[in-house]
């Protein structure tokens, strides 16, 4: 069963507005949540990250947001560029886990100019 | 840094050949994972290794999945015999430290079983 979902396999957003990518999580023991980004024929790439102590990171252009009580995470690119389209993942792990992630099916973003 | 490696980067075989995958972490990094990717199940653990201990491998499908570490710097996947629904992308990846720290990624193999 999946732990964490990625219940939008694609989405579409115009070149300089917003994209909202989500994620939900069944496990209330996942302490730390991770975004990764996969361009085609390579390996996913860490992004960002947030732990179950903040509701809120940002780094650049991109912004992690937590809701613990609702097990929801999302992930905001703004201003969406054509160079971030892509396969995003969420993953999540527990605290004492040995860092052992479970991620979702990924959504992918298209940027369009 | 070169990053994770992984060969054969592309896999061709007929069913019931056996395949081996093998992966070559960052220096000094610790955990190895080895994932595998579909459509419908995303990005799945199926084994890790901590110190070159495997630690769960629950996640390996079927007996005719097996992984060893034989030192910090190698590891391999196998799969004897292959079937076409084993054909996926597998991906290996490293991280550093006792604490939770991001995976990374090699560039995967894409393996396709005739």
């Known amino acids: 069963d999946q732990q964490v979902k990625q219940n939008s396999p694609s989405l579409s957003v115009q070149e300089g507005r917003i994209s909202i990518l989500n994620c939900d999580y069944t496990?209330?023991?996942?302490?730390?949540f991770l975004w990764y980004k996969k361009y085609p024929a390579e390996g996913p790439t860490f992004l960002i990250s947030?732990?179950?102590?903040?509701d809120k990171n940002e780094d650049g252009r991109f912004t992690v947001f937590l809701n613990k009580s609702a097990k929801h995470l999302s992930l905001h690119i703004v201003p969406s560029q054509p160079g971030d389209s892509a396969v995003y993942f969420c993953a999540a792990s527990a605290r004492g886990s040995g860092n052992q992630f479970y991620f979702g099916t990924g959504t992918s973003l298209t940027v369009i100019p | 840094d070169a990053g994770v490696i992984q060969s054969p980067r592309h896999e061709v075989t007929e069913m019931g050949q056996e395949v081996t995958l093998r992966c070559k972490p960052i220096s000094g990094h610790n955990s190895l994972f080895w994932y595998r990717q579909t459509m419908m199940r995303g990005l799945e653990l199926l084994i890790y290794f901590n110190n070159n201990v495997p630690i769960d491998d629950s996640g390996m499908p079927e007996d005719r999945f097996s992984a060893k570490m034989p030192n910090a710097s190698f590891s391999t996947l196998k799969i004897q015999p292959s079937e076409p629904r084993d054909s996926a992308v597998y991906f290996c990846?490293?991280?550093?430290?006792?604490?939770?720290?991001?995976?990374?990624f090699g560039n995967g193999t894409r393996l396709t079983v005739t």
């Open positions: 947030i732990s179950s102590i903040k």
């Open positions: 990846a490293s991280s550093s430290g006792t604490g939770v720290s991001p995976l990374h």
């Open positions: 496990n209330s023991m996942f302490d730390y």
